[in-house]
């Protein structure tokens, strides 16, 4: 069953519950149901329902008042319901909850999740210590594969925190096995282009000497078309296959390494593009679907899989871009577009290289509105 997206909550509809009947109590912007919780209360129901319908972190952390163990803050996990919205969130339609927002506002869209509002909080490094201790999740500065694999998350906490970009000391590389393993999780952009460039420029030779020029061109521009929809799937319903991955740590884990990673740290250069060992698992059956479908002519079959092949390098190309380099204006649109896509709604804006198929098939993202 796909895991359940959590609503957000205005401060003023939490407030409201603050009765025995419900209970709500927030950290930071995360809503916690503790109804349930008001009558097994060690120090007595009445402690809890003082705070119904506000902020517990400060209680929480008075060692003089109030201490509590980690075993409150594993409760109150289990009870999370949601989180607290801006009430003055701006999208791509000007409302906010369904309401019009003044203009002159002078506070961006703060996703209540994320906590972000531009691109640029994705540069922003992470205190290491303070997020570990707050989100109990992943450690950046221990090897992240034995954390994954050894955590015990559920598939609802994990994509919860995984979802939550982090970056790591100014941009570099969080260790991921720390050991000899790691040299081969990372790989430079240029990587792309000089080990795929000169076989798809071979094949589509092959294809132009057999078919001819128009030919040829026009069977490598339908193999570039089909990887526009292949990258736009891959992405949607693999990279995403999220609330269906497995709820074990096996699931969890492939997930982490095959796309979790790169949300959870989106600005790590050399986690950007697909390795080259990855991308040949992925290539191999549409090497053969392509000559399954075009099963007369090879040379049909090898000039479509060239045209898809230099999709697929513009595509890991423009991802790096995108991330990391200053563009020109039709570019920097789609950086926005797609970047929001990390901070602001990974469910939605599976397109990198284009909208085309996200507007196809109604999964565009609404771009928040900058606000002065």
Known sequence: MPARTLPTFTRAEVESHNTKKSCYVTIGTKVFDVTDFVDDHPGGGDLVLEYGGKDIEDILKDGTSHTHS?????????????????????????????????????????????????????????????????????????????????????????????????????????????????????TPWWIIPTLWGPPVAYGAFLAHQQLGTPIAASYYGLGFFLWSFVEYSLHRFLFHLDGYIPDNRVGITMHFLLHGIHHYLPMDKYRLVMPPTLFIVLATPFWHLAHAVFYWDWFVAVGVFSGGIFGYILYDMTHYFLHHQNLPLWYKELKRYHLAHHFLDYELGFGITSKFWDNLFGTTLPMPVKTA
Request: with cysteine; charged share 25%.
């Open 70 to 186: 980690e075993a409150a803050y594993d409760v109150l996990d289990d009870s999370l319901v949601g989180f607290v919205t801006n009430e003055k969130l701006v999208n791509g339609n000007g409302t906010a909850n369904g309401q019009a927002q003044p203009n002159g506002s002078d506070k961006p869209r703060v996703h209540p999740r994320t906590g972000m509002s531009c691109e640029e909080d994705l540069s922003k490094d992470t205190d290491v210590a303070t997020d570990y201790q707050k989100h109990k999740f992943l450690d950046l500065s221990r090897p992240l594969f034995p954390q994954i694999w050894f955590g015990g998350f559920s598939r609802e906490f994990y994509l919860d925190q995984v979802h939550r970009p982090r970056h790591y000391k100014g941009g570099a590389s969080a260790p991921l096995f720390g050991n000899f393993l790691e040299p081969l999780t990372k």
